[in-house]
């Protein structure tokens, strides 16, 4: 019933095979991985520029020693299914950051029933009662705070990120203005855009996005012409290629496109 469900798609067979299409990026030394971090691995992440490092890749790490620790101590009630299981999405998740959600599901159950068949003394150990409702209330207290430095902006100020999303979405960050403008004035012709802001377009523009953050829909090719345009010298083959109306750009991010622009009388 789930395979037939996958196969409700206009591509059919193809639409249930397109998960597997990055499968043969992970464990390269590819454009994505080169150019996006999800496609890093974890384990080899050198973490931000600025900032503290992603506090998610030590959680994911620890869970990852646990995990195998669970399994060797209960190596003898271990089924086979269960180890390529969990090697299967390890291998995913050591190959692409993007990949750890699906290790952490797959693995949370195997972790539990490992515990469940862990040696008896540990499990033996008492909590006080005292000592379960301040976890509880810590937890609590601890989400509350995490809560918080989204709403107020901390968290994106430590990270020196560009883009703040507290309480509703940042319109000096996103480029909420600029789609108005176009369906305003109906400007919805060919539109080249950068890819930071392809998924607003995808959302708020009037015409067909050039590209966005789903790389696996837009092709290496794609990709990486995209990518040699943001290169000196590299913006007119992409110009001369797709013929564009419009171009949607962030300076910041684009600067190549502007400095090439400046160049061209036209």
Not at 232 to 250: A, H, N, R, S, V
Request: proline residues 6%; neutral net charge; contains cysteine.
């Amino acid at each position: 019933l789930s395979a037939g469900a996958c196969l409700l798609n206009p591509h059919f067979a193809r639409g249930l095979l397109f998960p597997l299409t990055f499968l043969r990026t992970l464990g390269s030394s590819g454009i994505y991985k080169y150019n996006v971090s999800e496609f890093q691995s974890p384990w080899n992440f050198g973490g931000p520029h600025f900032g503290p490092a992603h506090p998610f890749l030590w959680a994911y790490q620890a869970f990852s020693f646990l995990v195998l620790l669970l399994f060797l101590a209960s190596f003898k009630r271990r089924r086979i299914h269960e180890w390529f299981l969990a090697l299967f999405f390890f291998g995913l998740s050591y190959a692409a950051m993007r990949n750890i959600p699906l290790f952490m599901l797959a693995c949370a159950p195997l972790a539990a029933a490992a515990w469940k068949d862990f040696p008896a003394w540990p499990r033996k150990i008492k909590i006080p009662e005292g000592l379960q409702a301040f976890s509880a209330w810590g937890l609590t207290l601890v989400l509350l705070v995490l809560s918080l430095r989204v709403l107020t902006g901390a968290h994106y100020v430590s990270h020196h990120l560009t883009d703040r999303f507290g309480l509703g979405l940042d319109r000096q960050a996103m480029p909420a203005r600029a789609c108005d403008f176009l369906n305003q004035n109906h400007l919805d012709g060919r539109i080249l855009n950068t890819l930071d802001f392809g998924d607003w377009l995808d959302w708020r523009g009037p015409q067909k996005t050039f590209i966005d953050g789903r790389l696996d829909v837009m092709g290496l090719n794609l990709f990486t012409a995209y990518t040699t345009s943001l290169t000196p010298g590299g913006f007119d083959p992409l110009l001369t290629q797709f013929q564009p109306e419009i171009i949607f750009l962030d300076p910041l991010l684009g600067s190549q496109w502007v400095f090439d622009l400046k160049e061209r009388e036209d």
